[in-house]
């Protein structure tokens, strides 16, 4: 068998689900080798035959699948328990990994998870992939020096309002239709005690400072504001959109000064272009 | 009194003895900045990412000699090799000043998919062919010598027409390769596949192999699974031992993947290297004499 034939066949054997046997019967790997001529490309040893050789490479498939998965999502992973496992061999059937590092393969959870009906409560495993995917996604991200509060302090309130605020690569701004962040706070608790799926909504920055990641609720209103900071608005403008809203996406004058205090201090902005100054 | 042989063909230091750059290990690194000679990094953990893990590294690789070690150039694949991945190696390469980049003989996936396993080549003349023209387009983008290591494998191919050590040895010598050689890896295999560890050893081109791997493994009963998750057997130190006889003082490390005990316990282990690179260096001073591994072992 030539190099490339020999590669598909072991690949579509090693990456199958089923039993080996099954493995080895799948329309995949019959294109290269039917299984009754195992033996003319697997040589058996004295204690094991070719398909138990292969088996080995088999097994340690979806363990490794697992175990990339669990890292990245370890709230799924916790929520779902044995179902976990149903759940990686489907995943990884449909977003397989195609790139050098274990780092990327779960990218797609959310929007996996959002086209399953069998995963109930489908919005919770939902929301709680897209906080976690964000966590991961912040983790990874650049680093880039952070703005300080001497910085902000530091413009000319006349040039202030057309200034943009830069967001730090590692921003990751998160609503939520369930109560996600609740049942992952509790992931690593002892006392297993973990609240039910409900429908709650909520807001979520994930950031990260000094090397380690963060998460802090925000208010609709000021989920608003980040958004459009981070979409590039410039804080003039950005404070003209969110008090022009309404019910509670409409942020009042005096709430500002205190979220940008907080989100300086958190780490949120990297950066603060400057804009020409306003006409006198 | 014999001469010990030095160094490798390369020119690449003998950098001691070291162990694998762990995430469990970081806070006890950064905190005491521990005494060992240097430390093996896994590539892909640190290519895509701008944040605690690269840092560690930065800070690590200011202090201590590194290596890069990798698991997904998939040098044996029928696919196109990946350019962004060896671009990305070789500025990690540079910003690390890692005194090589080595990976594995193996092939990891084809049509595009990553199986993240280390899967065993046909060792046949089209399989070196093909992996020898590979490794040198590798060598010429990382712009330095790549080292390839000898995979652990747990199937053999009847297509096979060279046993691996010839295939390593050809291919080393007609890519200009250094070697990774993987003492434990030699261990394993020659029980999976009954052959004679001493004969793969003696067939290595000395003058390149520019690094050991030690480590542990899980044996089954009915086959051995290179778990790196435990110290070292006999045997395997024996192979270590023989080997050096060969190859002078080359820098080892020892693996350590699974379970992974403390920083202290990891180090121990792989300072047992010291009393064989002691008889090494100095032939006629008192060092465990190198045994040939009982075969009745395998």
């Given at each position: ?34 299984p ?5 490309v ?10 138990q ?7 340690m498939?979806?363990?490794r ?7 990245d999502y370890p709230?799924?992973?916790h929520?779902?328990?044995p ?11 449909a ?17 996996f998870?959002a ?13 709680l ?21 001497e ?9 202030l ?9 590692s ?12 049942y992952?706070?509790?992931?690593r ?8 799926p ?7 920055a ?23 900071l ?14 022009g809203?309404?019910?509670s ?5 005096e ?15 990297s950066?603060i ?8 | 009194?014999?001469?010990p ?43 895509d990412t ?7 590294l ?6 201590y000699?590194v ?11 029928t ?8 671009r ?25 998919r990553n ?6 080549m ?13 490794a040198?387009?590798v060598?010429?983008i ?12 747990y ?14 040895a ?56 290179d ?11 024996d192979?270590?031992a023989?080997?050096?006889?060969r ?15 403390a ?10 290297a010291e009393?064989?690179?002691?008889a090494?260096s ?17």
């Amino acid at each position: 068998m030539r190099l490339a034939s020999l590669q598909r066949w072991m690949q579509a054997v090693v990456v199958h689900p089923g039993t080996t046997a099954e493995a080895l019967r799948s329309r995949e790997a019959r294109a290269h080798l039917k299984p009754a001529r195992l033996e003319s490309v697997l040589l058996p040893s004295k204690t094991l035959s070719a398909a138990q050789r292969i088996a080995i490479y088999q097994e340690m498939y979806p363990l490794r699948m697992r175990d990339a998965l669990a890292s990245d999502y370890p709230g799924l992973e916790h929520f779902l328990g044995p179902r976990f496992w149903d759940f990686v061999t489907a995943y990884t059937k449909a977003h397989p990994s195609m790139g050098y590092t274990l780092n990327r393969l779960g990218d797609q959870v959310p929007a996996f998870l959002a086209r399953q009906k069998a995963l109930k409560p489908a919005g919770f495993l939902r929301d709680l992939a897209r906080l976690e995917l964000a966590i991961t996604e912040s983790f990874d991200s650049p680093q880039a020096d952070l703005l300080s509060a001497e910085d902000l302090e530091a413009m000319a309130p006349a040039r202030l309002g057309r200034a943009r605020l830069l967001t730090a690569p590692s921003l990751r701004l998160v609503s939520l239709e369930w109560n996600a962040g609740a049942y992952l706070d509790t992931v690593r608790d002892e006392k297993h005690d973990h609240p039910r799926p409900r429908r709650s909504r909520s807001f979520t920055a994930v950031v990260r400072r000094n090397y380690s990641v963060y998460r802090f609720p925000l208010s609709e209103a000021a989920f608003l504001v980040l958004t459009d900071l981070q979409d590039g608005c410039s804080i003039a403008s950005s404070v003209e959109r969110a008090m022009g809203r309404r019910g509670s996406r409409r942020a009042a004058a005096e709430d500002f000064a205190g979220w940008f205090r907080t989100w300086t201090a958190e780490g949120v902005f990297s950066g603060i272009r400057r804009g020409r100054a306003s006409a006198p | 009194m014999t001469t010990p042989p030095q160094g490798n063909r390369f020119g690449f230091k003998d950098l001691g003895i070291g162990i694998g750059l762990r995430t469990v290990h970081y806070p006890h690194i950064l905190s005491t900045w521990p005494k060992i000679d240097w430390f093996e990094v896994l590539s892909e953990n640190y290519l895509d990412t701008g944040g605690r893990p690269a840092w560690v590294l930065d800070q690590v690789a200011e202090r201590y000699p590194v290596a890069l070690h990798g698991v997904s150039m998939s040098i044996g694949s029928t696919d196109p090799l990946n350019r962004e991945h060896l671009r990305k190696l070789k500025a990690l390469a540079d910003r690390t000043k890692a005194h090589w980049v080595s990976d594995h003989l193996c092939w990891t996936g084809v049509l595009g998919r990553n199986t993240h396993d280390l899967l065993p080549m046909p060792y046949t003349e089209e399989a070196l062919a093909h992996t020898i023209r590979r490794a040198k387009q590798v060598s010429e983008i990382l712009e330095r010598p790549l080292v390839l290591e000898n995979p652990s494998s747990y199937v053999e191919f009847k297509g096979s027409s060279m046993p691996e050590w010839v295939f390593l040895a050809r291919l080393a010598e007609e890519a200009d390769c250094g070697l990774l050689l993987d003492v434990n890896n030699v261990y394993v295999s020659s029980f999976n596949h009954r052959f004679d560890p001493v004969k793969y050893i003696d067939a290595i081109p000395a003058d390149r192999v520019v690094q050991y791997h030690l480590a542990g493994h899980t044996n089954k009963g009915t086959h051995i699974i290179d778990t790196h998750s435990d110290h070292a057997i006999d045997e395997v130190w024996d192979l270590y031992a023989l080997s050096c006889r060969r190859t002078g003082l080359v820098a080892t490390l020892y693996e350590w993947d699974d379970d992974i005990p403390a920083f202290d316990v990891v180090v121990a282990e792989a300072r047992k290297a010291e009393a064989f690179r002691k008889a090494v260096s100095a032939p006629d001073r008192r060092g465990p004499a190198p045994r040939r591994p009982a075969m009745s072992a395998l």
